[in-house]
């Protein structure tokens, strides 16, 4: 039952004119449960129907009837407050949930609708560092989320396996290189090559030249170049995988910038055909002044291609192949100005599907203020972070859980949840000041906090069912929801019913920490109702109430925290 509907269907009855869809959209939760369950504010509707905001509400009011849905309809100072019938929410609500279990929450809205998520693409023969986590974490969670909500969703690895970048690698490899160190090294030999080009360089600017002239040799063709590059892409996707199998991702594509390589010329052409490029000093580019951006170089002058030619190609093939209904690029916000060009350079070309490219920009990460970069070597692995994170949990289930079976399992769970949790609970825009001890924190609002909490309901479950290792709810036919009326276990009610509503919010604003924050606030609402209120109680109406409750919670939790990328732990 979807209440906040049904109350803008009887409203809009009432009054000519007036949408139901509209009203939605105007209904608030009151942050206090004595202002009601459902809020409508009037002020909105006086100028439509030339009436006084209270004036307003008391036509509703009179009009609104209580029919099983609403006990209670209030109206204060422009305000209608209508309250909910408790005992047929918690029925209706509680049945809901045991019903669609791994479904709830979820829905039809993007039925038939592809959307395309371009996200994490690392550098091939650079590290994964914390950096890399948030696009990577966001891309996922944004990737579960359209998922959960039907549409059909397309994850690309784009994948930094072309550019200069790999012909000053292939420079540092063949000055200070050597075979079995990269080979027994692996990513690590790469960027340590790679940093000591830039100090080479540094001193020795003709360097630069040098690369250059391998890069343009690499998209010729060249047999050294090319055998060089496949080696240096085969050893950083081996340590890369490791990463995403430790994160539980997976892609259903790995094209990079290097697929492109043979696609660039038609578009490159339908440029030129359509007057978009100019020469500029012997290098090719698109003018964009006339809406405020600078050029975007295209061609470079040596021949060489650069991100707005495989991106325009991209962009372009992703359409042809998929027909999606929305690209999704999730990169650093430092990357705003690229994508405005490029999304107007696919408009500029006449693809009306340029409208349905989005970037969606994530705040910049640093240590201790000082920006990330590979190249100087001021960085913090993901794997040493992901692998102190797990550490510490073992730890942790050492001391005060020794006998856990499955404590390494646990403990993986519990650690990279606590990572990704840290870097999904906060607006995806700010930017982050990477520090050990918050990202080890497991206290407070937390991932672990959350996973214990799942844990703690699936300890009731067990216990109510006789010790069994089924977390399975028997008894939900025989729910009294009049059991159900107290503060503490209305407050988890609610928080239960509003988890369809927090999922379609992320989607829609592409924000995973909506669902982040939602699951900190259902597992302190729970908890509040599992220290105020017994469960496994001799009265076996209240026990099958309270049960359903904490099976309902249970499920609510794996689902959201599925949605970000979490493991739910039975046992903790």
């Known amino acids: 039952m979807n209440y906040k509907d049904e109350l803008a269907k009887q409203i809009a009855e009432g009054f000519e004119g007036v949408e139901a869809a509209a009203l939605r959209e105007l209904i608030e939760y009151p942050p206090n449960p004595e202002l009601g369950d459902f809020s409508l504010p009037c002020f909105k509707l006086s100028k439509a129907l030339r009436k006084s905001p209270q004036a307003i509400a008391d036509e509703i009011k009179s009009k609104l009837g209580t029919d099983g849905l609403f006990s209670r309809v209030e109206s204060v100072s422009g305000y209608v407050n209508v309250f909910l019938d408790k005992q047929g929410f918690a029925a209706n609500l509680l049945s809901t949930i045991l019903t669609e279990r791994e479904r709830y929450g979820s829905s039809d809205l993007g039925a038939g609708k592809t959307v395309v998520f371009d996200f994490s693409s690392p550098n091939i023969a650079k590290p994964f560092h914390v950096g890399h986590l948030r696009s990577t974490m966001i891309g996922n969670a944004l990737y579960r989320i359209h998922q959960f909500l039907g549409y059909t969703c397309v994850g690309v690895n784009h994948l930094g396996d072309w550019g200069t970048q790999f012909g000053k690698l292939i420079v540092a490899y063949k000055n200070w290189g050597d075979e079995a160190a990269v080979e027994e090294g692996g990513i690590l030999e790469l960027l340590r090559l790679y940093v000591q080009f830039h100090d080479e360089a540094d001193k020795n600017p003709e360097l630069e030249e040098v ?227 918050d990202a080890l924190n497991f206290e407070g609002e937390s991932g672990p906090y959350v996973q214990y909490t799942h844990a703690r309901a699936c300890s009731v479950l067990r216990k109510s069912n006789g010790g069994s290792s089924s977390i399975e709810f028997a008894g939900a036919a025989e729910v ?93």
Not at 371 to 391: A, F, H, P, Q, Y
Not at 504 to 518: G, T
Not at 522 to 548: G, T
Not at 557 to 565: E, Q, T, V, Y
Request: hydrophobic share 45%; net charge negative.
């Open 211 to 437: 690369a250059r002239s391998w890069f343009v040799r690499l998209e010729q063709g060249d047999e050294e170049a090319n055998r060089l590059w496949r080696w240096f892409v085969d050893i950083s996707l081996k340590e890369f995988n490791k990463i995403y199998d430790l994160l539980g991702i997976k892609f259903d594509s790995f094209a990079g910038e290097s697929f492109y390589n043979d696609k660039m010329d038609k578009p490159v052409q339908e440029l030129k055909d359509k007057g978009l490029l100019e020469e500029d000093d012997g290098a090719l580019l698109v003018r964009l002044d006339q809406f405020n951006m600078p050029p975007a170089l295209m061609i470079k002058k040596d021949g060489a291609t650069l991100y707005h030619t495989r991106d325009v190609a991209a962009a372009i093939y992703r359409k042809n192949t998929y027909n999606f209904h929305k690209s999704v690029y999730v990169t650093g916000a430092a990357q705003n100005l690229h994508f405005q060009q490029l999304f107007k350079i696919v408009e500029l070309m006449g693809y009306e599907w340029a409208k349905d490219m989005v970037h969606v920009p994530f705040g910049q990460v640093s240590l201790e203020g000082a920006k990330l970069s590979t190249r100087k070597g001021n960085v913090v692995m993901l794997d040493e972070l992901l692998t102190r994170s797990i550490d510490r949990v073992r730890e942790i289930i050492e001391a005060k859980n020794p006998d856990m079976p499955n404590k390494e399992e646990v403990a993986r769970q519990v650690g990279v949840g606590a990572i990704v949790f840290n870097d999904l609970s906060t607006n995806r825009i700010k930017d982050v000041v990477f520090s050990w001890e």
């Open 480 to 572: 009294d929801a009049s059991q159900l009326l107290n503060a503490e276990a209305q407050a988890a009610l609610k928080e239960l019913y509003i988890f369809g509503e927090q999922v379609q919010q992320a989607m829609w604003k592409l924000e995973p920490s909506i669902v982040s924050r939602y699951l900190v606030d259902l597992a302190q609402a729970f908890n509040r109702f599992y220290h105020e209120c017994p469960i496994l109680v001799e009265d076996q109406a209240v026990r099958n109430a309270r049960l359903a409750l904490v099976k309902s919670v249970q499920i609510t939790l794996r689902n959201g925290l599925a949605l970000i990328g979490l493991e739910s732990p039975e046992m903790i």
